[in-house]
């Protein structure tokens, strides 16, 4: 029997500019991350099976806000502002920076972090300041090396095994294609467990 995707009932919630303005700290709450070019958006319309509900853009870096949508009343999904774009003012960038910060060592609700990569540009500086900053918080990391579709298997494999040497004890990583829907499944059985849905449904 199939299993059903547990994530298509996301839906909008609101914008945050500064921590106080994010829901009520209670619950569980996932927050997707990554640069601003890594394919983050895209990630999450096919996780929750939605052409639009996290907006791509043309021009990357125009989220700079956490995102949050709502799966029900106690699970929601985070989308972290992204990062590494040229054109965001420095002011905005460190204010984003010390946002972060404080919300992955704060946030008592928050079950794990999916961060996004582009497969074929894996671990740079910001990727790896994000994976510093949950491992200190102690909060788990899975990392997604999205794109996968613009690499062959071999290569993608070996950036996955590449990827995987030396991360934190509470750190994994995937390859993953929103286009051809690659490890789907994959991030759909992980993101489960943190959520508890597997729990839920036996």
């Not at 991360?167 to 499944?185: D, E, I, R, Y």
Request: charged share 30%; hydrophobic share 40%; proline share 4%.
């Amino acid at each position: 029997m199939k299993k059903t995707n547990p994530f298509r009932v996301a839906s909008y919630v609101l914008n945050a500019h500064e921590l106080k303005q994010l829901p009520a700290d209670r619950g569980i709450e996932v927050a997707i991350a990554g640069r601003s070019n890594a394919g983050k958006s895209s990630a999450i319309n096919a996780l929750t099976d939605q052409k639009s509900l996290a907006r791509t853009s043309k021009t990357p870096g125009r989220t700079q806000q956490i995102v949050i949508f709502e799966l029900d009343e106690n699970r929601r999904i985070a989308d972290l502002p992204g990062y590494g774009y040229a054109k965001v003012p420095l002011k905005l960038k460190e204010h984003w920076r010390k946002v972060m910060a404080r919300y992955l060592e704060t946030r008592k609700c928050l079950r794990g972090v999916v961060l996004v990569m582009d497969i074929r540009h894996p671990m740079r500086e910001f990727d790896q300041q994000m994976l510093s900053w949950c491992d200190s918080a102690g909060i788990p990391c899975h990392i997604l090396l999205t794109k996968a579709d613009k690499l062959k298997r071999g290569p993608a494999q070996a950036t996955l095994l590449k990827t995987r040497k030396g991360l934190p004890a509470n750190a994994s990583a995937q390859v993953f294609s929103s286009s051809k829907k690659t490890g789907l499944a994959e991030l759909v059985d992980k993101l489960s467990i943190w959520y508890e849905f597997e729990d839920k449904e036996s």
